[in-house]
C-alpha cells in the first residue's frame, strides 16, 4: 500500500517541532516568494522598492532557525541592493533616500540575523515563545486543586514581579479520593519573576513526582536533597506542606522556612499565626523542620502565603503577618469564595511575587 501523502497539518506540525525538513520546505516557499518580488521590482521598481523587502525578513525572523535564515536573508539583502543599484544606474538616478534604504536593509538583515543567534533555544520566535508559555502553563496545572469533596473549598491566587507571568512562586496538590486526603506543597524559590521562573519550573516538575508517593517529611528531605545537588550556591527556596483529612478536619503541617500559616478560628472569626517556621531548603543537609497539627472543625481554615505578601522595606515581618491577619479577616468576612484574590488585590504593589492559598471547611447548614 502507497504512503499517505503528508498533509498541510502535518507540515504544520512538523514546522511546530522544528524539524530540519519543515524548515527547508519553509525556506523554498519564502525563497519562492522573494524571487517573485525580485521579478516585480526589476521592471516596475517604484511599485516594490528595497525597503518592501524587510517584510520577508521579519517573517523570516518568525518561522525559520538561524541557519535556514541566513539564507534567506543573504539572498534577499544582496539581491535587493542589486536591484536597487540596477535600478538607479538605468534611471540614471541614485539619491540619497534610495542609499538609506540600501543601508537601513542591509543593517536591518544583519541585527535579526544576531537576534537569531541569540535564541538559546534554536527555534524561532514564536516557538521559543510558545515553548516557555506551554512550560508555564504546566506549572500552572500542576498547582490546580483537584475538586473537592462537598463541604470543602480550596483555592489559590498568584501575581507573578513586574506582570510578567513566570514567577519563583508555585504550589503542587494531590487529592487521594480513596484516602480522603488532600496534599499541597507551597513553594517560595529564592529570586522573582522570569529569573526564578526557570528554577521554579525544575522544582516543580520534581515536587511533582514525588507528592503522593513519600510520607510529608521525607517528600521535604527528598525536595531539600534536590535543590542541595543543583550547581548553584544561590538555589534554594522556602515550602510549607499540609495534608488534610478530608473526613475529620485533621491536618499535619510541616515548614520550612516559610511565613508561618494562618488559622482562621470559625467561633472567634479571626486569623492566627501557627507556630511553624523552620529553616529554608537547599540551605544545609539536614533543614529543621517545624511541624505542627490541628483539626479544622466546620467553618474553619487554613491560609498559606509567600513572603511577598508580608514583607516591606523598613518594616518588620511580624507587622506584615499582622496586617494580613486583618486583612484577610476582612476578606472572608462575607464567605470564602474569592478570598484569595480579594487579599492579593490589598497586597502593595511590590517587586516580589505574591501568592495566597486558602482552605476551608465549610459550616454544616
Given at each position: 500500500m502507497p504512503p499517505r501523502p503528508r498533509s498541510s497539518h502535518t507540515l504544520v506540525g512538523e514546522w511546530r517541532s522544528g524539524t530540519s525538513r519543515s524548515q527547508w520546505i519553509v525556506l523554498a516557499l519564502l525563497l519562492v516568494l522573494v524571487t517573485?518580488?525580485?521579478?516585480?521590482s526589476l521592471p516596475f521598481y517604484s511599485v516594490m522598492p528595497v525597503s518592501t523587502y524587510f517584510v520577508w525578513l521579519v517573517l523570516g525572523m518568525l518561522l525559520l532557525k538561524h541557519r535556514q535564515l541566513s539564507v534567506l536573508v543573504a539572498y534577499t539583502v544582496l539581491g535587493a541592493l542589486a536591484l536597487a543599484v540596477v535600478d538607479g544606474v538605468h534611471d540614471g538616478e541614485f539619491g540619497s533616500a534610495r542609499a538609506s534604504g540600501m543601508v537601513a536593509l542591509a543593517l536591518g538583515g544583519a541585527l535579526i540575523l544576531y537576534q537569531s543567534r541569540q535564541q538559546r533555544s534554536g527555534l524561532p520566535v514564536?516557538?521559543?515563545?510558545?515553548?516557555?508559555?506551554?512550560?508555564?502553563?504546566r506549572l500552572q496545572r500542576q498547582g490546580t486543586v483537584p475538586p473537592l469533596p462537598?463541604?470543602?473549598h480550596c483555592e489559590t491566587a498568584m501575581v507573578a514581579a513586574h506582570d510578567v507571568g513566570y514567577a519563583g512562586d508555585f504550589m503542587v496538590a494531590r487529592l487521594d479520593e480513596a484516602r480522603g486526603q488532600l496534599e499541597m506543597v507551597l513553594v517560595d524559590v529564592v529570586g522573582k519573576g522570569v529569573a526564578a521562573g526557570t528554577d521554579a519550573l525544575q522544582f516543580a516538575g520534581a515536587l511533582g513526582g514525588l507528592i503522593g508517593a513519600l510520607p510529608p517529611v521525607a517528600l521535604v528531605e527528598a525536595a531539600n536533597d534536590f535543590l542541595l545537588r543543583q550547581d548553584s550556591d544561590e538555589t534554594f527556596a522556602t515550602a510549607v506542606h499540609v495534608l488534610v483529612d478530608l473526613h475529620t478536619g485533621g491536618y499535619e503541617l510541616h515548614s520550612a522556612g516559610h511565613p508561618p500559616a494562618l488559622v482562621w478560628d470559625h467561633a472567634d472569626r479571626r486569623w492566627t499565626p501557627d507556630s511553624?517556621?523552620?529553616t529554608a531548603l537547599g540551605v544545609q543537609v539536614r533543614p529543621e523542620l517545624h511541624h505542627s497539627t490541628g483539626v479544622l472543625a466546620p467553618g474553619d481554615g487554613l491560609l498559606f502565603y509567600t513572603d511577598g505578601v508580608v514583607e516591606r522595606p523598613r518594616v518588620d515581618i511580624d507587622a506584615g503577618i499582622e496586617w494580613l491577619c486583618s486583612t484577610a479577616a476582612t476578606a472572608v468576612a462575607d464567605g470564602f469564595e474569592g478570598a484569595s484574590r480579594r487579599v492579593l488585590r490589598k497586597v502593595p504593589s511590590g517587586d516580589d511575587d505574591r501568592a495566597v492559598l486558602v482552605l476551608h471547611r465549610r459550616a454544616e447548614p
Open positions: 517573485v518580488c525580485f521579478a516585480i514564536p516557538l521559543g515563545g510558545a515553548m516557555l508559555a506551554d512550560l508555564r502553563d462537598d463541604g470543602w511553624a517556621r523552620g
